[in-house]
Nanobody
Framework: QVQLVESGGGLVQTGGSLRLACAASGRTFNDYVMGWFRQTPGKEREFVSAISWRGGATYYADSVKGRFAISRDSAKNTLYLQMNSLQSEDTGVYYC?????????????????WGQGTQVTVSS
């Protein structure tokens, strides 16, 4: 049974930084793509970034490119999202998810397993 548990959310001022973590368990993730999505009330879940667990290739939404960095620690089975230069538009619940298959698939429906989410609020 795959389990994904996010942490690291919180309240931050515009221009600030946060690092999210996602602890993954339940299987070996070498053949998986791990992703981050975010969601605000009334909107669909939005792709943020993804990483190939085995090779470390990355993929970003245009809205976060150059500000966010995704990484993973294979020894700790943990996924990270370093978020810098945060803006109010980055506010939302951030979810960790995983799937097998191609990296560059930004659809939430393609992801099989999901965490419970962590709230990020960017305030001016």
């Amino acid at each position: 049974q795959v389990q994904l548990v996010e942490s690291g959310g919180g309240l931050v001022q515009t221009g600030g930084s946060l690092r999210l973590a996602c602890a993954a368990s339940g299987r070996t993730f070498n053949d998986y793509v791990m992703g981050w999505f975010r969601q605000t009330p009334g909107k669909e879940r939005e792709f943020v970034s993804a990483i190939s667990w085995r090779g470390g290739a990355t993929y970003y939404a245009d809205s976060v490119k150059g500000r966010f960095a995704i990484s993973r620690d294979s020894a700790k089975n943990t996924l990270y999202l370093q978020m810098n230069s945060l803006q109010s538009e980055d506010t939302g619940v951030y979810y960790c998810a995983c799937k097998v298959g191609a990296l560059r698939v930004p659809r939430a429906s393609a992801y099989e397993y999901w965490g419970q989410g962590t709230q990020v609020t960017v305030s001016s």
